[in-house]
């Protein structure tokens, strides 16, 4: 097999040439996110993982994938208005909808089995401040930072693509922030744990709750790791 990730490969790397990576970091609870520029050892060391382990299983997925990942990892090359439409169409208009119905059943298992489960008052205090920091965040985005980048691409300017810098660094501090309450939330529910006495409304919100955690990562990857890195290397190059 061929060795195509080591220990001084970074997380971003490794989900950009294997997406499909992200369930097993997902398993192991590694942020490829917000430490997308940290090498997989550092962290595998940090969290005390086993390394050779995890790098091969890292490696046969990436063997065994290896057609379907060269189609998946498609946007390093696209344009910045291609990416960002299709952020927009996959992953804002899937919070769009499922934040207000968790709000909801988060609300409605917590008024429920809040006395007998007291995790889920941190729980719902936690998702709301999720669901209004998302909310704040992608309007944000689609009504301020995605069209100047859009502009930029068209006519490139140095004052424009400085504007956009300057705002990189205020969503990546958001996007730590977001990816810290998803942690959080993580842990107080024992990995989304699904108890004994819990109704059918309590399952599908924590089955719903982790799906919402694998789009975020998913979401932020495209952020963090390809649309953010390309601008900031545009911006070194007009030094």
Known sequence: MEIVFDPTVKTREIIMKCPRAGTLFKQYKIDYCCSGSRPIGEILQERNLNPTQILYELNTLYEKNY????????????????????????????????????????????????????????????FSILKIELEQHIIMEEELIFPKIISYEKSPTVNTLIDITEFIEDLEREHKHISQILKDLRDITDDFHIPEDACDTYRLTFVKLDELETDLFQHLHLENNILFPRLMKEMEKMR
């Open 67 to 126: 057609d379907e990942q060269r189609r998946m990892t498609k946007w390093e090359g696209q344009k910045y208005k291609d990416l960002i439409q299709y952020i927009i169409d996959a992953h804002h208009s899937y919070l769009y909808m499922i934040l207000p119905n968790l709000q909801k059943t988060i609300t409605n298992i917590f008024n429920k089995h809040g006395k007998t489960h007291t995790e889920l008052s941190n729980a719902h205090y936690l």
